[in-house]
């Protein structure tokens, strides 16, 4: 019984990595590139954020470069004051809801039917569709579009131009032809047809690529503000990320305005808090990625298998 044990684990021993030098220092270098560029990519966003929470006469000088100094949430607190922000947050949280689902059932649905042979004139509508990947109209003739349609000063203008997203049907349709034809034909012989092959059978399957999708759209839609300037100008209808544009662009204005209002701006406590354009920028730009930043994580499990599966056939 000893010999063959013995003999079942000299396999696995020589199964064993052998670690050399060359290994070692290949995995050290490597590992200290990648974290190299993982500060380089983070740096940013804490950099804004330790500016938004530290003493604003510091930050505004540029002494603030590592940690907080002299640490305070004041900065928030008066930038949720800021006038028309929390209507602009609900119209930009409404749009993303609306807009992320809105494409990616579109998305999958289109995604799905351009793998169906049966369908009528399937390449053709399909290459209409890619062709608007290289080819644009133009600022002009889209908005004299939108404004025939009525959909100027009108919520469904963040919507409807954003349903149908060639390169996220390219991704769909390519992910579909990658899972086994099995599945669909079994359906087809029981009797199922295309609806029913469509939400019982491949939607449930399409959860990684549909996922990535989610991502693009959410983040497209988020951070969307041109639209907003070209085709709104109804203040209730400006998203959160027209309002910070704006409010970036005044933001020596608000802070002389909100100084004015503290009062008392003489004082060393106020002179550490009183609002400035440095302060207000970086407050205004960390609520701005802050949404985004929570969100991705949530999908992260998904996103590299999707993109995968869904950009390589076969």
């Not at 008392?264 to 802050?290: E, K, P, Y």
């Not at 929570?294 to 390589?312: D, E, H, N, W």
Request: aromatic share 14%; charged share 10%; hydrophobic share 55%.
């Amino acid at each position: 019984m000893a010999t063959t044990a013995a003999a079942v684990r000299a396999p696995e021993r020589r199964r064993r990595p052998r670690y050399t030098v060359g290994g070692v220092v290949f995995t050290i270098v490597t590992g200290l590139v990648f974290l190299a560029f993982a500060v380089i990519c983070a740096y940013p966003f804490y950099f804004l954020l330790i500016n938004s929470v530290s003493a604003n006469d510091l930050s505004a000088q540029g002494d603030v470069r590592w940690w907080p100094i002299g640490f305070h949430l004041q900065n928030y607190l008066e930038v949720f004051k800021l006038p028309g922000l929390p209507a602009a947050a609900m119209v930009s949280v409404a749009r993303t809801v609306l807009g992320t689902v809105a494409t990616v059932f579109a998305s999958a649905f289109l995604g799905f039917m351009f793998t169906q042979q049966r369908m009528w004139k399937r390449q053709l509508w399909y290459r209409l569709i890619v062709i608007t990947m290289y080819f644009n109209a133009g600022i002009i003739p889209i908005f004299l579009i939108m404004k025939t349609l009525g959909l100027t000063n009108n919520f469904w203008v963040y919507i409807l131009p954003f349903v149908v997203a060639p390169f996220n049907i390219i991704l769909v349709k390519t992910y579909v032809e990658s899972l086994p034809a099995s599945l669909q034909e079994a359906a087809e012989v029981d009797g199922a047809n295309v609806f029913q092959i469509f939400f019982r059978i491949m939607l449930p399957s399409m959860t990684p690529i549909l996922a990535t999708v989610a991502i693009f759209s959410a983040v497209t839609q988020w951070n969307s503000f041109q639209d907003t300037l070209i085709y709104v100008t109804d203040q209730s209808l400006y998203t959160l990320q027209f309002v910070l544009y704006m409010y970036i662009s005044q933001a020596a204005s608000l802070a002389l305005a909100a100084q004015q209002a503290g009062g008392n701006i003489g004082s060393v406590a106020s002179a550490a808090t009183s609002q400035t354009a440095t302060s207000i920028q970086v407050t205004v730009a960390v609520l701005a990625v802050a949404p985004i930043l929570f969100i991705y994580p949530l999908f992260q499990r998904f996103f590299v298998k999707g993109i995968m599966l869904g950009a390589v056939k076969g």
